[in-house]
């Protein structure tokens, strides 16, 4: 893919000559990437180059013809890249490629090795141009969305390009969604790399927390493991799989976002509950405890309203993405935001707004515990399953989403080709179940970085970070800490 983007056909510019040095020049490349079967097939899409078999828009047969069964296997077994099913066209100033570094992506894997890569060789300027570039193009902005993989070198770069947005744009909201796929957790061979990961850790969440104004971690050990795949059938070593996973909950997150805003005597049976950026970030961390930090809880697919005896209802089918992250915890402070869209009502048709916010209202009113405070967006249309997607569905999904009682016969996965769209229901949470994720960052900067004869004090200082700067990161961890630690909570006769 050109980092010229492919919308206007621009493509990458060739250096000027240096007319400095007279002797010879040789120039070394290599081979590119062969496009395989879904990109070829895109390619011949694009040109749209009329055949003579053609009947209807379909071709009659073609030896050329690419079957979508042979694109499905060919991702399924191929994926190395995101740019490998990737088929959004971008904009040429929505890519941008740092060039310098000389290392690949497995090595820029700490704190350490990207802290000037953003500050080098005009690099922010570069990079913040390109974001004006697009927030001149608005005409209001509602906040900033931000999605980072956290586990790498890419967190510094994230970090110093969020202290420029905090400057630039002081009172546009950001959230922040860290993200990270199970490689990134894998267990360390030796001591030294588990300090430097928990250490990586533990500064990157301090760093990147400090310049938004809510973040949600996202990423499991091992997703297929976990009871968020409860029906899916998920590969760990594979990020295509687990990214199409994590990408359907942030788009069904965002999708209020996107809503059109009611009036308050309008009725839509299509869609309520549009907010934007800053209303969700009010709601979740400006109220009760104003925990800035937030758990995300997928249903996929989600269960019918009228479902079987032996199906959990829709709230007890919501599993954590976010890591270590307690269970069962009754929190009567807890604050959400949840968006449901494509949910099943009775007979398999779509449920209306009404049948499921109704359905909603029911199923706290039966539970336990409830939060102090819920928004509900709620959405007829279900989320679309497009060809790239990978065949991560279970035997017990149908074409549409649906919860089948019997498995599939002679089917252990199905992708696109068999399951057309699902139901979602997705939930951000502002809940004290936070505080493991929270304790285990704070215990790991105090054991390897401020305590006295700490491991890894001179790895920080290599990373640029002096120990009043090492102090003020775990001030900033234990108060995150403080705010959602019930222990730590005043009685209700203090002053």
């Known amino acids: 893919m050109s980092s010229q983007g492919t919308l206007y056909n621009e493509g990458s510019s060739r250096p000027s000559e240096v007319v400095t040095w007279e002797g010879n020049v040789s120039t070394h490349a290599s081979e590119p990437r062969k496009k395989n079967l879904f990109l070829q097939s895109l390619y011949q899409e694009e040109q749209n180059v009329p055949s003579s078999n053609c009947i209807n828009g379909w071709t009659k047969d073609s030896q050329n013809e690419i079957q979508d069964i042979d694109i499905v296997n060919c991702l399924d077994k191929e994926v190395q890249f995101w740019t490998d099913f990737s088929k959004v066209h971008y904009h040429p100033q929505s890519l941008y490629e740092v060039n310098g570094l000389w290392m690949d992506g497995q090595e820029f894997d700490n704190y350490g090795i990207g802290?000037?890569?953003?500050?080098?060789?005009?690099?922010?300027?570069e990079i913040c141009d390109r974001l004006r570039f697009f927030v001149e193009e608005c005409d209001h902005i509602q906040g900033f969305q931000f999605i980072v993989d956290d586990s790498g070198g890419f967190s510094p770069v994230?970090?110093?390009?969020?202290?420029?947005?905090?400057?630039e744009y002081t009172n546009t909201p950001v959230l922040l969604y860290a993200v990270r796929g199970p490689g990134s957790h894998m267990n360390p061979k030796s001591k030294?790399?588990?300090?430097?990961?928990?250490?990586?850790?533990?500064?990157?969440?301090?760093?990147l927390s400090s310049f938004c104004k809510m973040i949600v971690p996202v990423g499991l050990p091992f997703l297929s493991q976990s009871k968020a795949s409860t029906?899916?059938?998920?590969?760990?070593?594979?990020?295509?799989?687990c990214s199409a996973v994590y990408a359907s909950a942030l788009h069904s997150t965002s999708l209020p976002f996107r809503m059109e805003p009611l009036g308050p005597t309008a009725d839509s049976s299509d869609a309520s509950g549009a907010v934007d950026v800053n209303g969700i970030v009010q709601m979740l961390s400006g109220q009760s405890r104003q925990n800035m930090v937030a758990i995300l809880d997928v249903a996929m697919p989600g269960p019918s309203l009228t479902g079987r005896q032996d199906e959990q209802s829709l709230l007890g089918n919501l599993q954590p993405l976010t890591p270590d992250v307690a269970e069962d915890v009754d929190d009567l402070q807890a604050v959400e935001s949840m968006t449901v869209h494509g949910a099943f009502g009775s007979e398999g048709h779509r449920a209306s707004v009404s049948e499921v916010e109704k359905a909603i209202h029911g199923a706290y009113e039966c539970a336990m515990t409830r939060p102090i405070f819920c928004h509900l967006s709620v959405a007829r249309c279900p989320l679309p399953i497009p060809l790239p997607f990978p065949s991560i569905f279970g035997n017990l999904v149908g074409q549409h989403g649906e919860l089948l009682g019997s498995p599939i016969s002679g089917c252990v996965s199905r992708g696109s080709l068999d399951v057309h769209s699902i139901p979602m229901a997705?939930?951000?949470?502002?809940?004290?179940?936070?505080?493991p994720f929270l304790g285990k960052r704070l215990g790991n900067l105090g054991k390897f970085g401020i305590e006295r004869g700490s491991p890894g004090t001179e790895?920080?200082?290599?990373?640029?970070?002096?120990?009043?700067?090492?102090?003020d990161m775990g001030e900033?961890?234990?108060?995150m800490v403080r705010t959602v630690n019930p222990a730590s909570e005043p009685s209700s006769d203090s002053d």
Do not use: M
């Open 426 to 435: 997705t939930r951000l949470r502002c809940s004290c179940s936070i505080l």
């Open 459 to 471: 790895l920080l200082r290599s990373w640029g970070f002096e120990k009043d700067e090492v102090e």
């Open 476 to 479: 900033t961890l234990a108060k």
């Open 192 to 207: 030294k790399q588990t300090v430097v990961r928990d250490l990586h850790d533990a500064v990157s969440f301090s760093r």
């Open 158 to 167: 994230a970090s110093d390009f969020l202290e420029s947005i905090a400057d």
């Open 115 to 125: 802290r000037d890569v953003f500050t080098g060789n005009l690099r922010g300027e």
């Open 231 to 241: 029906f899916l059938n998920i590969k760990d070593e594979n990020p295509y799989y």
